[in-house]
């Protein structure tokens, strides 16, 4: 989450303007009229008359100031809030899902260069190999509408995951491929199969894909459960020759009509 995390997620923003640059103004003179009678009484030594004297007359140019300071910050926030909305994909109970970039790759990195989150795949990622997952999420936004996603949460803006769509092969046809990896240190918890669900829901309903499917090692229980959990159909098994021909099982969604 960058700089302007508060605006992206128009936590303060949901005050209102008028209201946000009441509530920044008030903070701003608590504080610097705060700091102000504690530098003049602790280390200029005044008395207290002369600090009430003083404070009085500033009292006017520290709420003039917290206020235009409030005005822009607020303009910046729009920017950041538009770029949020623009970003943002959807919200279930406990998760965000958004549009991954540049700024998430530290994260990323974190997430997918772990051996034991990425113990179902080939290899834990590379930091090129990042790069070209992040880079290629982005293209597709732009050439298919869709992409992998981040699975940040909601409690806390913590980044656990990513969760999305590749147009890739599977099984030798061109396939919408579903795909969702979640940190080990949140296995357990409901949350792939919460993001999994939600995007899958997201690809059917909302971007109208026919035909959604999802492939993993048949030792890779964990997500054929979370495969099943979401309502796909297991249609078969197949050697996968894109993963040295590992056990495959292949599951599909369609769209009802």
């Known amino acids: 989450m960058n700089r302007f995390k508060f605006w992206r997620w128009g936590r303060l923003r949901r005050l209102g303007k008028p209201l946000y640059i009441f509530v920044f103004t008030l903070a701003w003179t608590i504080i610097n009229v705060g ?7 602790t280390v200029l030594h005044w008395s207290w008359e002369d600090i009430f004297l003083f404070q009085a007359q500033m009292i006017f140019f520290v709420v003039m ?9 607020w303009d910046i926030g729009e920017e950041e809030l538009k770029f949020g909305i623009k970003s943002h994909i959807l919200d279930t109970d ?5 549009r991954m970039s540049q700024v998430d790759f530290k994260a990323q990195c974190r997430l997918l260069s772990d051996s034991k ?11 090129d190999d990042v790069r070209t997952w992040i880079l290629r999420s982005m293209e597709s936004y732009s050439n298919n509408g869709f992409g992998r996603y981040i699975v940040q949460r ?18 030798g046809l061109m396939e919408v491929d579903l795909g969702y990896i979640i940190s080990s240190e949140n296995w357990g918890q409901g949350y ?7 995007c899958l ?7 109208k894909i026919q035909r959604i499917v999802a492939h993993m090692s048949v030792e ?5 459960k979370v495969a099943k959990n979401i309502g796909m159909i297991k249609i078969c098994e197949y050697d996968n020759s894109r993963n040295n021909d590992t056990r495959t099982s292949l599951y599909v969604a369609e769209k009802k009509a």
């Open 35 to 41: 700091f102000g009678i504690y530098r003049e009484y």
């Open 65 to 73: 100031s917290g206020a235009i300071i409030s005005w822009f910050t």
């Open 94 to 98: 406990r998760l965000i899902l958004r």
């Open 117 to 127: 989150t990425m113990s179902s795949w080939p290899n834990a990622f590379t930091k």
């Open 154 to 171: 909601k409690k806390d803006g913590k980044i656990i995951g990513d969760v999305g769509f590749f147009l890739t092969e599977v099984n």
């Open 192 to 198: 792939a199969t919460e993001a999994a669900r939600a």
């Open 201 to 207: 829901e997201y690809g059917l309903y909302e971007l």
């Open 220 to 224: 890779n229980v964990a997500s054929e």
